[in-house]
């Protein structure tokens, strides 16, 4: 695994603010370079924001590293990441030997599938691959062919995400008049997917609109995907962000201050219970005791069918170590017990409308999901 750094300054001048002049676009969040035998290109999103640096992943088990170590995050982000891990499962296949490549690119997918067991989209893509793959195995293609074929299904996965971010973007514009000021959790922005992102799309959308949207991002504990990612990436498209601590949400929504609350997801159950970053929960039954609207943004490829309800999400439990210190600075009892789950559940009853690419899904319950699934060809 190779890196190119690109240091910054912590102390320089932030991007010039809002909309247009002096605003810089988020670094590409990870791309395929080359043919069938190339690499994955990927912003090391751990070293933010004091350093942009870019690593080079060509086997599979970088790839798993890189999605566990949290420097692809995302559940859009890590579905393609998964995708273009697949690919790289093949590149010591005998290309001569189709069958070898087919078993080579099921074993990567395997591997990869299981590297963050919540975030329902890195199966989704694993398992759309190797579908592609055992079709066209099928049809006889040749192991060159295969290749080539897992290489363009992760390609079309990446640029369909894309699109699929613009226009929750659009939907979720619509629900601005521009003055308002926004709270998120977590990072669900174009460091998140493969284009502008699920939650911040609509406040990428809507400053290109020429509405006036202000953001409190919450810090995002214990790994600070919001102080370190969202305030980051909201600042260089010159947004007017503000971080709080996650603490300080509870005030800051009780006194008025928040007019609509926008996140992402990892995994939506069929009933439409929604599974992100810890914490949200608590977002969301703030957002209820003081009537400010809670809206989800995510595409389809989020949602799971096979999962009839948020109990039956698998929450990934993560190391101690992220609680004790962070970045070397210890910041607990070292002999302290910890409790660090990765994600919870918000009950659908607590979600105003959940804004998916092929329309919002207003106040949403069992029957309102799966109209939306079959819309998108997501349910048989």
Known sequence: MRRASSSKDPDAAPTPPS????ATAPPETLAWVGDGDGYVDLLDQTRLPLEEVRLEIREVPEMVRAIQRLC????????????????LGCRDADRSDRDDVLARASEAAALLSRARPTAVNLVWACERAIARARREHASGASGDALVAALLEEARSIHAEDAAQCRRMGEL??????????????????????????????????????????????????????????????????????????????????????????????????????????????????????????????APLSTFDPATETGAGIPIE????????????????????????????????????????????????????????????GRLG
């Open 172 to 297: 979720g514009a619509e629900l601005l008049r521009g003055g308002e000021t926004i709270l998120t959790h977590c990072n669900a922005g174009a460091l998140a997917t493969g284009g502008i992102g699920t939650a911040l799309a609509p406040i990428y959308v809507a400053a290109e609109q020429g509405k006036e949207i202000r953001v409190f991002a919450d810090e995002t504990r214990p790994l600070l995907q919001g102080a370190r990612i969202t305030a980051w990436e909201l600042a260089r498209a010159g947004i007017d962000v503000t971080v709080i601590v996650d603490g300080a949400m509870a005030g800051t929504i009780s006194r008025g201050a928040v007019d609509a609350i926008f996140v992402g997801s990892d995994r939506i159950a069929r009933n439409g219970d929604v599974c992100n970053k810890v914490g949200t929960l608590g977002v969301a039954v703030l957002a209820e005791r003081y009537g400010v609207p809670f809206y989800v943004v």
């Open 72 to 87: 692809v995050r995302g559940a859009p982000a890590i579905g393609i990441a998964g995708a273009y891990g697949v690919v």
């Open 317 to 376: 439990e993560r190391d101690p170590s992220e609680v004790r210190a962070y970045r070397g600075v210890v910041s607990a009892a070292p002999d302290a017990a910890v409790c660090n789950p990765a994600f919870d559940v918000t009950p659908a009853e607590l979600v105003t409308a959940i804004i998916t690419e092929v329309g919002r899904i207003e106040h949403p319950d069992r029957a309102s999901v799966e109209a939306a699934l079959a819309s998108g």
């Open 19 to 22: 909309g247009g002049h002096g």
